[in-house]
């Protein structure tokens, strides 16, 4: 399994973007994540959906940032609104592929993930 991330920029605060994760490889029953890795702070997660469409958001971030996934061309999204200057990071996108829905929210954390792609960078000028 392979995961790219990409869609990330240089863009003003208040602005949006659009991240997109594509996945190769067979995914049975499956989460994927998203996480952000600011200069110097540790990673964080900050959304994740399942095979099954649950969809979960960090604290930080509910409100401005969607995921969803598009099935048939096997990418995960993460759209982000009114960026902020705190939104600066290497965005990550990562799958569980041992993922069930009895789990819930623990897609958000990292340790539970499989596959890693390379991250994208987000950088928000205010």
């Known amino acids: 399994v392979q995961l790219q991330a990409f869609g990330g920029g240089l863009v003003q605060s208040g602005s949006s973007l659009r991240l997109s994760c594509t996945i190769s490889?067979?995914?049975?029953?499956?989460?994927v994540g998203w996480f952000r890795q600011a200069p110097g702070q540790e990673r964080e997660g900050v959304s994740c959906?399942?095979?099954?469409?649950?969809?979960y958001y960090s604290d930080r971030v509910k409100g401005r940032f969607t995921i969803s996934k598009d099935n048939a061309k096997k990418t995960v999204y993460l759209q982000i609104t009114n960026l902020k200057p705190e939104d600066t990071a290497k965005y990550y996108c990562a799958v569980d592929l041992n993922y069930r829905d009895y789990r819930g929210p623990s897609c958000i954390r990292d340790y539970g993930m499989d596959y890693w792609g390379k991250g994208t960078l987000v950088t928000v000028s205010s």
């Open positions: 959906i399942s095979h099954s469409d649950s969809a």
């Open positions: 490889g067979t995914l049975g029953e499956y989460a």
